[in-house]
Each structure stands twice: as structure tokens, then as C-alpha cells.
């Protein structure tokens, strides 16, 4: 119990560290104040997505194949070229490809982190710590994203290459948290088998597994259109509270606050453990709807209200939904399952992105 502590712990470690990236934080108000219009933003947006559903099962199948730690160790080798690209080209073409490397850095992370996290608890004999475990990293996420949310002043300031180069160092540190991580059983058990022979059962068992399982489906689809709506709203309330004639010095703790209600929404969602996930769902679909119409208030104070509704809801369903997911999965091909979660998640994304781009220059 004490190991799996330790290595809970670390993935905590990880995720504030990940999450503390002004960059990352305030990427579409640094973006604009290069002179980038929002419907571009809403393209670039595009093609994280579009890399995204090339890259997300394998990338997941990746993690399952060769190992969660080398997955993870791929993730933040991506992230720094990413933001290396990001330094060394302004313009529409450079922008891409580091949104597509940065794509690529989430891809290899998501699912990843958790399939580490609940197989550890499953070899503890502690599988249903991970409820605990999963709305806690949650809240962790909301409280360091929102404090880095905090600095998107700070991040316009300083200007684009100083706050990439916070970022690399973060993912540096990040780096050497992996190296003292401990590889799951389920990896290391098939370590034996050829690689081509783990390919081909972690495909045909993945696929397999969801062509007879369509409440999967139906859980992943639910998940992926709240947590669409939530994104885009939180992205673009970047771009729109400026707008509405706020000081500068307030946009970060008006966007922290909106980080706030997912912190909430984290916390209080074991209270909904009774609760079947479809009546979640709609119950946190209407809220963000409801957090979304709140956008074209042009009042400050009640588009925050929004925001911060939105990401009360979202993150109380995709935390149900995360232990939900998790509980039907096998453990051989937990990475990669869940990574199909991602992908529907894109594929929404990728027709919703372009569509927001335009409602929200309105």
C-alpha cells in the first residue's frame, strides 16, 4: 500500500506540474496579442483536433504495448518541441506544427496517467480508491491551471518565448518524475511476447471489446459533448472578457474563478456515486448550455457566472464518467480504451471547433 502511495503521489506531482505552464494556460491570449484573429485560433484548434484522431488510439495502444512510463516520457519529449516551435516560428504554418506536437503531447498523456493510476490500485487491492484518486487529480488540475490562468497577464508580458521556456523547464522536471515511476504489471507480464504478437492482441481485444459494449459507446459520446462545449467556452471567454471593456490586471482572476466551479464540481462529485451517469449527464448538459448563453450577456460578471457554471458541470461528469469507463475496462488495453474516449472527444471538437470560432467573433 505504502508503493502505491508513493507512485498516486508522484502522477499528483506530475499533473500540477503539467498544469502550471503559463503558456499552456493562456495560449489563446497569447495568440491574439501576436496579432491572430479568433477565427484563426478556432483553426488552430482544428488541428489539434485533427492530429488528434490520427494520433489518439495509437498513441494509447502505444502506452499499452511499449509501456505507460515510455508513453508518458514521449508525452513531455513533445511538449518541448512543441514549445521550442512555438519560439522559433510566428507565423500561421509554425503555429500548426507546434499545436500539432502539443497534440501529440496530450495524446500520449491522456489515458495513460490513469490506466497507470487504477492498475496500481487493481495490483493493491484497492480498485475502488481510484474514485478518491481521480477526483482528486481533478481538483488538483483546476486549482493549478486556474493559478496558472492567474499569470495570463504575466504571460503577455513577458512575451511568447520566456513563458515557452517556463514550460520546457516544467517538462523537464517533469521528466525526471517519470524516470522514478513504477511500470504496471499488465505491461511488464507481456514484456516476453514479440512486439508484433502484443500489437495484434492489444488491437483485436481493444476493438473487440467496444464492437460488443454500446453503453461504452454511449458513455464516451455523452462525456466528449460536455466537456466540448466546456473547452470552447473557457477557451474563447479569453479572448471575449477583453472585450467587454474589464481592466487587464482582472482577466486572470476572472478566469481563475471560472477554474473555481470545476474545482467544485470535482469535489463534490462522489456525492453523485448513487446517481446513474445518463441523468448526470443531462442534468450537466443543461448547465453548460446554460453556461454557454451566459457568453452573450457582453457582462463581465455573468459570462464568469458562465464559465464558471460550465466548468462545474464538466468536471463533475467527467469524473463519474472517468470511474465509470474505467470499471468496464480490461486492464491489458486500459490505455487504449480510454484513449478512444479522447478520440470521440476530437472528432466532436474538430466539427464544433471552427463553428465556435465564428459564434464567438460575433
Same mark, same amino acid.
Given at each position: ?11 499528483? &506531482? ?15 491570449l ?6 491572430? @484573429? ?8 482544428? &488541428? ?5 484522431i490520427?494520433?489518439?488510439v495509437?498513441s ?7 509501456? *505507460? ?9 513533445? +511538449? %518541448? ?13 509554425? $503555429? ?15 489515458? @495513460? ?15 475502488? !480508491?481510484?474514485? #478518491?484518486? &481521480? ?6 488540475? =483546476? $486549482?493549478?491551471? !486556474?493559478?496558472? @490562468?492567474l ?17 520546457? $523547464?516544467?517538462s ?26 502484443? %500489437? ?21 459520446? =455523452? ?16 479572448? =471575449?472578457?477583453?472585450?467587454? #471593456? /474589464?481592466?487587464?490586471? @482582472? ?5 481563475? %474563478?471560472?477554474?473555481v466551479? #470545476?474545482? /467544485? ?11 446513474p &451517469? ?15 448563453l451566459?457568453?452573450?450577456?457582453d ?7 458562465? !464559465?464558471? /457554471?460550465?466548468?462545474f ?5 467527467? %469524473? *463519474? ?12 488495453? =486500459?490505455?487504449?480504451?480510454?484513449? $478512444? ?8 471538437? /474538430?466539427?464544433?471547433?471552427?463553428? +465556435? ?6
Open positions: 500500500m505504502c508503493s502505491v502511495k508513493k507512485q498516486l503521489n508522484k502522477l499528483y &506531482v506530475l499533473n500540477a506540474l503539467g498544469n502550471m505552464s503559463i503558456a499552456g494556460a493562456a495560449w489563446v497569447l495568440l491574439v496579442s501576436q496579432g491572430f @484573429t479568433i477565427v484563426q485560433v478556432g483553426l488552430f484548434e482544428t &488541428v489539434f483536433h485533427i492530429t488528434s490520427i494520433a489518439e495509437p494509447g495502444m502505444f502506452a499499452d504495448v511499449m509501456g *505507460r512510463k515510455k508513453a508518458l516520457l514521449m508525452s513531455n519529449y513533445c +511538449a %518541448i518541441i512543441s514549445a521550442v516551435v512555438r519560439i522559433l516560428f510566428v507565423n500561421f504554418g509554425g $503555429v500548426c506544427i507546434s499545436i500539432a506536437f502539443s497534440a501529440l503531447s496530450y495524446n500520449l498523456w491522456s489515458g @495513460t496517467d490513469s490506466a497507470l493510476a487504477y492498475d496500481s490500485l487493481l495490483e493493491a487491492g484497492n480498485k475502488d !480508491g481510484y474514485d #478518491g484518486y &481521480v477526483s482528486k487529480q481533478t481538483v488538483i488540475y =483546476r $486549482v493549478f491551471n !486556474g493559478a496558472a @490562468t499569470g495570463a497577464g504575466l504571460a503577455v508580458m513577458i512575451g511568447n518565448t520566456y513563458s515557452q521556456l517556463i514550460g520546457i $523547464v516544467i523537464v522536471i517533469q521528466i525526471l518524475v517519470v524516470l522514478t515511476l513504477t511500470e504496471n504489471k499488465v505491461i511488464t507480464d507481456n514484456s516476453g511476447k514479440s512486439l508484433p504478437q502484443r %500489437i495484434s492482441e492489444c488491437y483485436s481485444e481493444s476493438f473487440g471489446f467496444l464492437k460488443g459494449n454500446r453503453k461504452v459507446a454511449g458513455l464516451i459520446f =455523452r462525456n466528449s459533448m460536455v466537456g466540448a462545449v466546456d473547452v470552447l467556452l473557457l477557451f474563447f471567454l479569453q479572448a =471575449r472578457l477583453p472585450q467587454t #471593456g /474589464i481592466a487587464d490586471w @482582472t482577466l486572470g482572476p476572472l478566469l481563475f %474563478i471560472m477554474s466551479g #470545476g474545482i /467544485i464540481g470535482a469535489a463534490v462529485s462522489v456525492r453523485f456515486k448513487a446517481y &451517469v445518463k441523468k448526470i449527464f443531462v442534468f450537466s448538459m443543461t448547465l453548460v448550455t446554460l453556461g454557454f451566459c457568453n452573450f450577456s457582462i463581465a460578471w455573468i459570462m464568469t457566472l458562465g !464559465g464558471f /457554471i460550465a466548468a458541470a464538466d468536471d463533475l461528469i467527467q %469524473i *463519474r464518467a472517468d470511474v465509470e469507463l474505467n470499471d468496464m475496462v480490461p486492464p491489458a488495453q =486500459r490505455a487504449t480504451l480510454i484513449s $478512444v474516449s479522447s478520440l470521440c472527444f476530437s472528432f466532436v471538437m /474538430i466539427f464544433m471547433s471552427p463553428l +465556435a470560432g465564428v459564434v464567438f467573433s460575433l
